[in-house]
């Protein structure tokens, strides 16, 4: 099952299932497009687990195992990637709240976010060498923009898991809260997000704008009656 929350421009998708440590399964893709489909308008996005044991373990083998032909496995790596391409493209910032373990295709999908933050206690792997196969859902590409090539070859290549300490020196993660202080971190992080200037920001950052777009979506944001309205609050405290 997957779950949207909206509340005042903030998205919320939870994958919820305990059974399987809310590994993937073909349903799961089609729940988290239409939950996509429902969060479109919000100005951030975070995505997470149910609980404190598991993100996403990757996929779930025990449905996957139905998939047993070439043209098969392609269309499910095609249709999954599709969703992580869709989570990376989100017009406002997406936030993966690593509330557990990521492992495999959990952690493809933790870098299809703009940002990581994980709970102190969590492990993240591109570990899909154990079943001697790769990353499927677009990991692996930006693992390496992300770390650098060499450093994601050798991470995905050799299936290395890494504490959330460990992932926050090599950049994989971007902030680690203590355990007892995450879910109020994360959702303090993401509402201070969930504004229009970091949806332009982020618009900025992509890089496919002319020098004269970059200063229009300032100009816009400037002209804006929040950022007049701001403005009198910080000149009225002198």
Do not use: Y
């Not at 690593?98 to 206690?121: K, M, P």
């Not at 890494?162 to 809260?177: F, H, I, K």
């Amino acid at each position: 099952m997957v779950d949207l929350e909206v509340d005042q421009g903030l998205a919320v998708i939870t994958i919820d299932r305990p059974h399987a440590r809310n590994a993937i399964a073909p349903a799961t893709m089609g729940e988290l497009d239409k939950a996509l489909d429902a969060a479109a308008d919000a100005r951030a996005l975070v995505i997470k687990g149910a609980g404190d044991k598991a993100f996403v373990s990757g996929g779930d083998l025990k449905e996957l195992a139905a998939i047993r032909t070439e043209d098969e496995a392609l269309a499910m790596a095609l249709r999954m990637r599709g969703i992580c391409d869709r989570l990376a493209a989100f017009p406002g910032p997406v936030i993966a709240a690593l509330n557990g373990h990521a492992f495999g295709g959990g952690a493809e999908v933790a870098v299809s976010a703009d940002i990581r933050v994980a709970a102190d206690d969590i492990r993240i792997g591109f570990n899909q060498t154990a079943l001697a196969i790769m990353p499927a859902w677009g990991g692996a590409e930006r693992l390496a923009a992300l770390v650098g090539r060499g450093r994601a070859l050798l991470l995905a290549g050799t299936g290395t898991v890494l504490d959330a300490a460990e992932a926050q020196r090599l950049g994989l993660v971007d902030r680690v809260l203590p355990r007892a202080a995450f879910e109020e971190g994360w959702r303090a992080l993401a509402r201070s997000l969930a504004t229009r200037p970091a949806q332009e920001i982020k618009r900025v950052m992509a890089g496919d704008l002319t020098a004269e777009e970059a200063a229009r979506a300032f100009a816009r944001l400037w002209v804006a009656d929040e950022h007049w309205q701001a403005a009198e609050r910080v000149m009225s405290r002198g």
